[in-house]
């Protein structure tokens, strides 16, 4: 039998199998399995009759181009039409700086391949989204991890750890960060330490990479859309890399999100992706851009933000009555996900076969930290089961929860 293994790469053996779309292989093989692990849009509400009417103009021949090759860094009507979103988000932008990716998870492989040499520093936020974890490493890097505050990331230790690595001659390239209703801990960074993370990359002559799908998820009954500034709005010198994304707010099928970046550093990007995909679909695109021109994005936000609003108190409620004063969580103010820490002596690792058994499935929290910390966490997504699903699944967590809690309880009377 042929020995594979001395064929791989030395990039290959970093890779490793997403935690996310491991529990997505256990849901599919699952009958009435509440899955709380992907955090996918709700079907339920993406604009299905506005897309069918957009598709149908589109598919009717008279443009053949909608279904031609287009150019690497986007449809040019979008890429305007991006210009302008960022605008009303307050960021400066223009068609030199944006490039249209297939995903944001295409935009972070970008940016790792273009500014990360193996052995090169990408600091992240502790916890912080896999899918970054994933890229940064797959190119080789080093990543270190930052705590958080309540407030958003640690500046002190933010100091402390450029300062050691530094010392340690190690080259640190950017810092990586989710400053809207992050995935997995839901956080949202002050607006004060925004800016004073912004003044921080200039002093350190370092990157910033702002990764921002969930900002228009805003919940209104205790946020408001002036919290959810970007860091890059205020970026005087041109330190920041601006990723977002559709999937969230229109629909992720469409594989359609963007990159905003220094113009070298965007021509760099482009480069690397006519080496992946030599442009990103064009249907897609074109859907996307009349979903926008249309104002169907606009008048759809509203909605969406009271809906998950909905989903989030479903799940916190369901905590409060099941799990009160067992697990501890601060309900989001935006976003998909709910950040739970459980009992002291119980790891979210060892619960998930047990809450499995029960019925329900999550990621584990560990995935999340690149220091090997956080086995006491676990995250939950709200963004796709109906309310009913969402306290069906807690009860059963609960019931998992009561069962390992009673065993540790036990060993340790023992």
């Not at 030599?278 to 509203?302: N, T």
Request: glycine letters at 8%.
């Amino acid at each position: 039998m042929t020995n594979y293994d001395k064929f791989f790469s030395h990039a290959a053996g970093f890779m490793r199998e997403s935690a996310i779309r491991q529990m997505g292989a256990v849901l599919a093989a699952a009958k009435d399995m509440v899955s709380f692990a992907p955090g996918y849009p709700a079907e339920d509400v993406f604009p299905w009759q506005a897309f069918g009417e957009i598709a149908k103009g589109l598919l009717g021949g008279a443009d053949g181009s909608v279904l031609q090759y287009g150019p690497t860094r986007g449809y040019k009507p979008l890429r305007e039409a991006v210009v302008e979103l960022m605008r009303s988000r307050a960021i400066a932008s223009s068609l030199e700086r944006v490039v249209i990716t297939t995903g944001s998870q295409q935009g972070l492989d970008l940016v790792g391949r273009v500014l990360l040499d193996p052995g090169d520093v990408a600091l992240l936020e502790l916890p912080s989204y896999t899918g970054a974890i994933s890229a940064f490493r797959n190119v080789g890097a080093s990543m270190v991890g930052i705590r958080q505050q309540a407030d958003g990331i640690d500046l002190d230790h933010l100091d402390e750890t450029v300062a050691r690595l530094r010392r340690e001659q190690r080259r640190v390239k950017f810092l990586y960060l989710v400053p809207n209703f992050q995935n997995p801990s839901g956080l949202l960074i002050g607006l004060e330490k925004r800016q004073r993370v912004v003044e921080w990359a200039e002093r350190q002559d370092v990157l910033i990479v702002e990764d921002d799908p969930y900002g228009d998820l805003y919940f209104p009954d205790v946020s408001r859309v002036e919290e959810t500034r970007p860091i890059a709005a205020d970026d005087r010198h041109n330190r920041v890399i601006y990723l977002s994304s559709f999937s969230k707010t229109l629909a992720p099928g469409w594989r359609v999100a963007w990159i905003s970046a220094p113009e070298p550093v965007a021509a760099k990007i482009e480069l690397a992706k006519q080496a992946e995909d030599l442009c990103s679909g064009g249907f897609d695109q074109r859907v996307v851009y009349e979903a926008w021109r249309q104002g169907i994005l606009a008048g759809h936000l509203p909605d969406l933000r009271a809906h998950y609003q909905r989903k989030r108190d479903a799940m916190s409620g369901a905590l409060s009555r099941t799990l009160a004063g067992r697990v501890t969580w601060d309900p989001p103010r935006g976003g998909f996900f709910l950040w739970v820490r459980l009992p002291d002596g119980l790891n979210a690792a060892q619960l998930l076969p047990v809450a499995r058994a029960h019925g329900v499935i999550y990621v584990v929290g560990s995935a999340f930290f690149v220091d090997g910390s956080g086995p006491e966490y676990m995250r939950l997504s709200f963004s796709a089961p109906p309310p009913d699903r969402i306290e069906a699944g807690v009860t059963r967590l609960a019931a998992a929860v009561s069962e390992m809690t009673s065993g540790v309880t036990s060993s340790v009377s023992r």
